[in-house]
């Protein structure tokens, strides 16, 4: 644990804190687009931007009043939102401190949450010493002291996965556990990172209403802790890495699904991890004839972070649709849009920085749509494809979707047919010749029909419909088509027949317009009888 092993918080004294401000530079980070991830304090401010770290956590060993101004600064140095306080465990100093802190919290608003490090580990300690005759009371105490101030202040405290079922923990009360509001679970030891799940799930039932961080260490262990719970055998480089980078994807699945709150590493150090005061402070963290082998693997532990943080939260574009045609339409007539869905598939947050059309044809497909600066994982957002053909033929353009997924960019094509505005007219007729029956001579037998559509895109101009034949007269004909008809439209005629004479009559309806050959025929048959 920690205490035990001379872990000692980032930074206990002022002059540890006044060291930082010369080189820590980072660009702004935004809290509700980006997964919650903390560090123990500064980092090179190239890898605070590519760890996305929106949080801080520092151990603070002075008092109160002369901590929290740099605290603050610090933050915002590291342009973060928030920052969490590890204040020393004492049965003398701890309430007081807790109260003082309420107060500061009030102006000094980036501070969340108070709490212990090593929580479970102090609380022994202090039973063995006998200091500490009464643990459940102490915390209640100082909880208490946390809210005196200022209610929205949390408590909160780290655990490791083999304090979880330790009998000072689960002597506290369940009421008691209930107000602890963050728990900072760490894996002491490497082999145990497959089961972390079970672990939180645990942690979930002790303190039911806590939020869960996930504690990540990218520093070589290898001296300090056996690889196995209860073994005696330290890891090789090579099973470390590995085990370290297994761990650390279960806990960043966990935070993408939403399982667990964020993400925490200690130590900081990202970039310049030798710079650390505990390896040369606190010979058990690393032998000193190890010290370069602990800095050499260290680094190559950030870079795991890293590369894990980066394939599991960077985000994926997914679209309904990689190409679109949009149909044909009349020149500079808009037709019905398209909808073209695009998804966050993956789980950090995609930044779009521009949507638009390119191509020879970019004008004649306008474009809207609702997708934000920044699509969170998961979300999704629609684009509106509109079609105006400015001439005849093939129209062509390209949708082009630039963010920070994949390659840069995303492109969908779209292709469409421009007609001409006057547009071509077709004629349709149902039957091409009727049999009007047989009918007594003089006669006039029941009328048959006969629509007649435009199917084209123009307008049909019918100069006249007629029967024509050796028996045309026999076939009288009305129609209510009129001179024109538009595009789609339908019109109908009817035809009678009243034989002249015994024996076969024929006719023939000629219909003249501007569709085709410019007429259209239906043969007419009947049978006269005495």
Known sequence: MRNRSGFSSRCVFVSCLCTVFAFVSLKPVSAQTKPNIMSWGENISSWNEQLGVLALREGCSIYPTECEPYLDNLAALANVKTYYVSMPFSVTDSVSWA????????????????????????????QVNGTLPNPAAF??????ATKSGNPNLAFGVTIYEDSLTHPALLALPATLRAEIQYVHLYLHYRENGPNYASYVATAKTIFPKAKIIAGAYPYDRIDYLPCAYKGTVSCTAAQEQSLYKQALQIQLNMVKAGTIYGLEFFFG?????????????????CHPARLSTCYENSKTLQNISLEVLQSTLTPAVS?????????????GVEGTPGKLAMTNSGGGPLSITGIGVSGINKTEFPLTHN??????AGASCTLTIYFKPAGTGTRSGEIVIFDNAGTGSQT??????????????????PHTSLYMGSEVVGVQGTPGKLVMTNTGTGTLSIS????????????????NCGTSLV????????????????GTRTGSIVIKDNAGSGTQTVTLTGLGLT
């Not at 000094?108 to 580990?121: L, Q």
């Not at 006249?464 to 129609?479: C, E, R």
Request: aromatic share 10%; glycine share 6%.
């Open 99 to 126: 109260k003082e802190y309420s107060t500061l919290s009030l102006s000094h608003k980036m501070i969340v949450e108070i709490g212990f490090d090593d929580f479970v580990n102090k609380i022994e300690n202090d």
């Open 319 to 331: 679209l309904s649709h990689t190409s679109l045609y949009m149909g044909s339409e009349k020149v």
């Open 464 to 479: 006249s419909i007629s029967v024509t034949g050796t028996n045309s007269t026999n076939f009288p004909l009305s129609q």
């Open 139 to 144: 915390v209640s105490d100082v909880i208490a």
């Open 371 to 376: 997708c934000p600066a920044t699509l969170a």
């Open 269 to 285: 150090y990202f970039g310049d991890p030798q710079d650390w005061p505990s390896w040369t402070s606190e010979t058990r963290i």
């Open 487 to 502: 595009a789609k439209a339908s019109c109908t005629l009817v035809i009678y027949f009243r034989p002249s004479a015994v």
């Open 412 to 429: 969908v094509t779209l292709t469409g047919t421009g007609l001409s505005s006057a547009g071509t007219a077709a004629v349709y007729l």
